[in-house]
Nanobody
Framework: QVQVVESGGGLVQPGGSLRLSCAAS????????MGWYRQAPGQERELVAV???????NYDDSVKGRFTISRDNAKNTVYLQMNSLKPEDTTKYYC???????????????WGQGTQVTVSS
């Protein structure tokens, strides 16, 4: 079994910063990509940023230049540094990990429960 747990959300003023963390644990052979998504009520979950195990990244256009994704592969942890936050960034943020459970090469996507980010004065 694999667990994915996010932390670091909260309330911040416009223009402020937050750092989200996400740790995967359990029966992990290795992890391919780890990423951050966000989902507002009634909306589809959308990609914020993703990083593969080679360090390649992809960002949604709305966060480029403001958010930075990073990983500590030894700790199976991914981070999202969010700067210059805007009210429209307010929503719940979810982490996922594409996990290999053995040498087969097959990956399974695991999601965390999400962490709320609220940007408001």
């Amino acid at each position: 079994q694999v667990q994915v747990v996010e932390s670091g959300g909260g309330l911040v003023q416009p223009g402020g910063s937050l750092r989200l963390s996400c740790a995967a644990s359990g029966s992990i052979f290795s992890i391919d990509a780890m990423g951050w998504y966000r989902q507002a009520p009634g909306q589809e979950r959308e990609l914020v940023a993703v990083m593969d195990n080679g360090g390649r990244t992809n960002y949604d256009d709305s966060v480029k230049g403001r958010f930075t994704i990073s990983r500590d592969n030894a700790k199976n942890t991914v981070y999202l540094q969010m700067n210059s936050l805007k009210p429209e960034d307010t929503t719940k943020y979810y982490c996922n990990a594409d996990v290999m459970l053995d040498r087969s090469g097959r990956t399974y996507r695991y999601w965390g429960q999400g962490t709320q980010v609220t940007v408001s004065s």
